[in-house]
């Protein structure tokens, strides 16, 4: 067999480490898998490739089989120990996210012989048989019967519901020497139901340099979802071959640079007059609250200015009535001294 | 136009929302049959949804700058300000990882950022004004073109005191904020009712019974429809959500909103 196998993580996770989507093989026993884990659950890159690496060691096929050996993972996987952020409100987060479990998507192919393949699936990871001019998908027939689709395999969800209450898909499917089988998540198979032609510009890739420029241009003509994109191609020949295009280990995406959005001066303005006018109405009160305060205190103060000048008055009033009362007396006392002095001298003369 | 079912909010596409609260002195008014009065039940409406939206956000032991959240208060004193407390206090627009950088506190093991307030008018007019030149800022900003239409929640439980007359430089105002939108179609805004009447949650109506007040139909009128790839996500999501719904809300709160976006890959 010769097998493909191409990832690339969104550019929003930088470095290829952050990629959630896992994939396993086993090219002794043509045993393929991949898994989504979901960008919103807890830690599902840890759960995607326990499913994956599960899944090649031990292929089953049988529904209630496999539903009851993805118990038992979601088991061991809830028993994993995490560390909590330091800031209690990301904490808060991630123990809700915790609460709620790690999802992955699932798809699971193994040869039986030349021309056979069974596939178990759950979620909106595809696989596409193309032979000559045809395209035939698996377990969905169009893009929206995948849009339509509500499973997932959910670590909280298989520990507490039945079987029936989670979808999966079983089937044997035949192929001819000619055929490509392609599995991969949902990004691209959506791209393949819109337009499977997109697989020739894939097909004769060998490096990661060009995988990454077709991969950006449908990115960036909005033609694909900015999502990590995970694909295996299987041609069904003689030798047996396996070439992986992965990003090397020193490539990054740019970091994105988050420059912080500040309202334009229009707008600051507007803001500003509304602050402004909030301040200005503020300092108005403080004022007619100060004036308030001057007032009432020039008010005591001329009250006490008034009592001061007339009691100032009337010490004034007191003291000319006593200095002119003593006056009086004093001219009286002197008339009555001349009057004794007079009559003693009369008396005297006598 | 470019189409939203190929469209993903991530920190490359960031999502604007931003709350309009009413913080008028009626929202000291009990609310419904709760024992908390309509400035709390805004208060509880915004910290739920804003951990939602970081519930959204949070990947890889890291929170993505998916959304940038606006808050404006209006009617507390007569203003019209930012809403933001704590060490976010007069910010205009915090993005989803900063958010969660400055809570004010915790409630019930979650972080809240708002709490109660209520007193003065009502000037719906006037925060509207200041959401469509925020909104027409934010929409010219780097590549904002290229994102999600924002998201304007407005929450409120009465009469608009700077309305004009029959409302009319109210509407005024909200359709000239309609009219603002990015390459992915017109800005959506919602209108949340809350009322002291004992009633049933309504989300997400398409018509309203005559048994509505003239302030109901006014904010029903004033909600725009839900665009396509928000009733898709929704019907798919098993909402009972029809086409041509609007973004009116009675007596409820906005977290179901966040189950109608395509936010990463969903659970």
Redesign the interface.
Known sequence: MRIKIFQLH????QEYI?I?DRYAISSTDNVFAIA?G????FKS?IWAKMLVDDFVKNPIFNINFYFENSKKLAESFTNLEFEY?T????A??????QQ?GG?ATFLGIKFIDNNKFNFLSCGDSCLFVFEDKQVTSYPFKNLDEL??N?S?L?TSKLLTEIENEITFNTNEISFNSKSTIVIAT?AFSRLLFKNPSVLNAIYNLNDFESFKIVIEDLWNT??L???DISIILIEPIEETKIIEILPPKDFSFPK?E????I??T??SQ??LE??N??QINRMLEHLIHENKFIKNKLKLTHALLYSVLLLLVLNFAVLFYVLKKAKVDEDANVEKIEKIVSKSRTDKNK | M?DLR???I???NPCLVLFLIDQSGSMNERFGNASHNKAKEVANAINELL?EV???C????D???RF?IGIIGYGK?G???SGWEGALTGK??V?IKNV??Y?LG?ED???TWITPAAGGSTPMK?AF??AR??T???I???NHRECHPPIIINITDGVATDGGSNFKDLINEVNELKRLGTNYGPVNILNIHLSDRVGDRVLFPNEMSNSYDLFSKLLFDMSTTLNENMV?LAT??GYNIVQNSKGYIYNGNAVDLINFLN?????
């Open positions: 969104k550019r929003a996770s952050h959630q989504d979901t960008t919103q659950s890159e952020n800031n209690f409100a990301i808060s987060l991630e123990k809700k996210k709620n999802t849009d339509a509500q997932f959910n949902d909005n033609k979802e900015e999502d994105i988050e420059k912080e959005f309202p334009f229009k707008s507007t803001f509304v602050e006018m909030e | 470019n190929n469209f993903t991530s920190s490359t951990y970081g519930l959204r949070y990947s890889g032991n929170i993505k700058n940038e004193d203003y019209v300000k205009w627009v993005s969660f950088d809570p915790i093991d979650k972080p006037s004004e200041n030149k925020l027409d800022d934010w010219s900003w780097g898709r798919q999501r936010i990463g890959t969903p659970q």
